[in-house]
């Protein structure tokens, strides 16, 4: 899965030029929690977060009146508060590379850049999404963990005996296990004969960690 079938197409932007009432504002109305800046409406220069409005944001506590805040709010620029050099994507690279990205640079969103455009933009949300649909959650189906040793040819042998029980594998991933000679293979699958399948794995020798 690559980045392009999961960013929101055409996001909602400000000029680094805007106002931080301005940007306030756009967050409230779409709701959301990012902004990419733009200066002269083309090239990327930052992105805005809830999280660097609050920082600019007068404290609860202040003795200035509503109309004072609002003031201040119309005079602090886009450009002086945003987060600059924002970490981007291109919409063509696989979705685990951006929440790599994501993770390892504690990201809460990737402005998704193409020949220097700004195209997209791809959120936290977006890839739990896609984790979620690659795995088949949200849809009919039993969860198996099995423990595998980390060899060629195991995953064959626990395909084949899937299908001579009809069970359609809805998705299938791989984790690890304490012992780095095994892995953890985990299934979602789809049958009418699931006690009988599961009966039928312990049997041949697969050791079932977890089983809905």
Known sequence: ?????RMMRNPVYVDENDSMKKAMDLLREHGIRHLPVLKDGEKLVGILTETDIKQASPSPATALEIREIYYLLDKVKVKQIMTRRPYTISPGAPIEE??????????????VIENGKLVGILTETDILDAFIDSMGVSGPGYRVEIALPNRPGMLFEVLKLLKDFDANIVSVATAAHDDPEMKVLILRIETKNYKVLKAALKKAGFEMLSAD
Do not use: D, F, N, Q
């Open 1 to 5: 899965m690559i980045v392009a079938k």
């Open 98 to 111: 951006a929440a790599l990205i994501m993770r390892e640079k504690k990201v809460g969103c990737l402005p």
